[in-house]
């Protein structure tokens, strides 16, 4: 008896201690759901609110909230009235000339993440990369109703991901940007969206408001194979403006994504999750013996 009782609790911390660590690893708390697309398919219309699958991107609610007004103001005061792709132009060579490129100590994907302090930190000088530019960039542009979502380009092999917009323009609908290095992705001189980037064998990368220049940080990552055709997934608004309510309350985040239709999970979650259903399984059958143990300690 005793040793079941010392094998349930042994199974009980190690149980909690991997569900702990499994919390702190990229998707392991998230719900991911997969749609499928078709070539140039438009994914959510902006009225000016839109969707993509579960995931609802309230614009009006952003624009008006007080939590984003530092955001707000300085696009006013960098950027004026500007729309589309000007807007997001601008935001990413405000953002380039601010925030030096280096390790982030705070991402979206925090659970205390606060987009104005984030901002406020990188004003005063910290360090930030493609996930804080996109964040940032996403954050500010609808807090002045401009329709945005941040995109996550997952690899293949898992290396060399990259975070990036979607932004809508009036002229050209919805367009790929990468506020790291201003840039468009185009095919031929036409703007692309996801939907559209997805399916072609090649893309360039051009810049936004000067072609033929490149500036800001990792303007070469599209030069070569099209990135675009892996895993593209969209994380739901509330992480990067924190504005509202989450889709699903009980998950860290809720994320739209269409390609591969799969993550790879790092061999760590993959042990951790192996793990965590071998001491499950072992705690239930302590905890079954223990307890026909004391109901025939009971009845004798």
């Not at 036409?190 to 810049?207: G, I, N, P, Q």
Request: hydrophobic share 40%.
């Amino acid at each position: 008896m005793r040793k079941h009782l010392i094998i349930a609790f042994v199974s009980l911390t190690f149980l909690l201690a991997q569900l702990a660590l499994l919390r702190y690893l990229d998707y392991s708390t998230a719900y991911v759901s997969w749609i499928e697309i078709k070539k140039g398919e438009e994914l959510g219309k902006p009225t000016p609110d839109f969707s993509v699958g579960a995931i609802r991107w309230h614009v009006l609610d952003y624009q008006r909230s007080p939590k984003l007004e530092p955001l707000r103001s300085f696009f006013r005061e960098r950027c004026g009235e500007k729309r589309g792709i000007e807007a997001a132009s601008c935001v990413s060579l405000q953002l380039i000339g601010i925030i030096p490129k280096g390790s982030p100590k705070r991402e979206i994907f925090d659970t205390d993440y606060s987009p104005t302090e984030a901002f406020q930190k990188h004003l005063e000088g910290e360090q930030g990369f493609c996930t804080n530019y996109a964040g940032m960039t996403s954050a500010m542009l609808l807090s002045v109703g401009i329709p945005t979502r941040f995109m996550q380009i997952r690899a293949q092999d898992g290396i060399g991901g990259h975070n990036v917009v979607e932004v809508w323009d009036e002229s050209h609908g919805w367009v790929l940007f990468d506020p790291f290095n201003n840039g468009v992705i185009e095919k031929n001189g036409k703007k692309l969206s996801a939907t559209e980037a997805h399916f072609e064998e090649s893309v360039e990368r051009v810049d936004a408001s000067e072609p033929g220049k490149k500036r800001g940080h990792l303007p070469e990552y599209f030069d070569n194979d099209n990135r675009l055709r892996s895993s593209l997934v969209y994380p739901e608004p509330w992480l990067y403006t924190r504005v509202g309510q989450k889709e699903m309350p009980w998950f860290r985040g809720t994320f739209v994504g269409f390609g591969d239709g799969y993550f790879q999970f790092s061999l760590a979650q993959n042990l951790l999750r192996v793990g965590i259903l071998i001491c499950a399984a072992v705690l239930l059958a302590s905890g079954f013996i223990l307890f026909r143990g004391s109901i025939r300690l009971r009845s004798s």
